[in-house]
């Protein structure tokens, strides 16, 4: 699968058909059809979903306090 090392986005939870793996591990591997709760600068994150060719285009969120 993908290597996200060094790709400013730190996957915060993967969801794999009914499977949900919190916090994943750097020696996870990821699969197509996975879904990825990720936490990065909106540029970072665009250009990983750019870059895999995601057919969802990255969703974005903004928080505030």
Known sequence: GPHLTGKKVLVLAV???????PAP??????HAGDRLLCYGLR???RHLADEQGSVES???ATVTA
Not at 25 to 30: C, E, K, M, Q, R
């Open 15 to 21: 969801t794999r058909d009914s499977d949900f793996v």
């Open 25 to 30: 591990g750097a020696s996870t591997v990821l």
């Open 43 to 45: 540029e970072s994150v």
């Open 58 to 60: 990255a969703r974005e």
